[in-house]
C-alpha cells in the first residue's frame, strides 16, 4: 500500500509561481509511474504531468514550458514546479504513483487546493 501526501497549494495572483510536494509513505524507488492530475469544478480530472523509469515526462500541452515536474527518490518526495500561473491553472491538483510504467498509477493522495487570481 502506497500513501500519498501533497503539500504546497494555495492562492497566488496570475504570473506567479508555486512549487507543489508530493511525499510518499516508504520508498518510492520501486514507483516507475509518478505523476500530477487535476481537476476544475464542473470538469473531468486531467494529467497535468508524469514521469516514469528512465526519466520520460509527459506533459499537458496547457501546460508544457510552464510546469516542470521531478522527482527526488532519496527524499520520497516528488514534484512540480509551476511558473507563469495562469486563472485556468486553477484546481485541485492530485498526486498519482504506480508499480507499472505507465502514466497512470493506482494510488491517489487526498489533492491540494491552488487558486490563482488574475
Known amino acids: 500500500q502506497v500513501q500519498l501526501v501533497e503539500s504546497g497549494g494555495g492562492l497566488v495572483q496570475a504570473g506567479g509561481s508555486l512549487r507543489l510536494s508530493c511525499a510518499a509513505s516508504g520508498s518510492i524507488s520501486s514507483l516507475k509511474g509518478m505523476g500530477w492530475y487535476r481537476q476544475a469544478p464542473g470538469k473531468q480530472r486531467e494529467l497535468v504531468a508524469a514521469i516514469i523509469s528512465g526519466g520520460y515526462t509527459n506533459y499537458a500541452a496547457s501546460v508544457k514550458g510552464r510546469f516542470t515536474i521531478s522527482r527526488d527518490d532519496a527524499k520520497n518526495t516528488m514534484y512540480l514546479q509551476m511558473n507563469s500561473l495562469k486563472p485556468e491553472d486553477t484546481a485541485v491538483y492530485y498526486c498519482?504513483?504506480?508499480?507499472?510504467?505507465?502514466?497512470?498509477?493506482?494510488?491517489w493522495g487526498q489533492g491540494t487546493q491552488v487558486t490563482v487570481s488574475s
Open positions: 498519482n504513483a504506480g508499480f507499472s510504467i505507465s502514466w497512470l498509477g493506482d494510488y
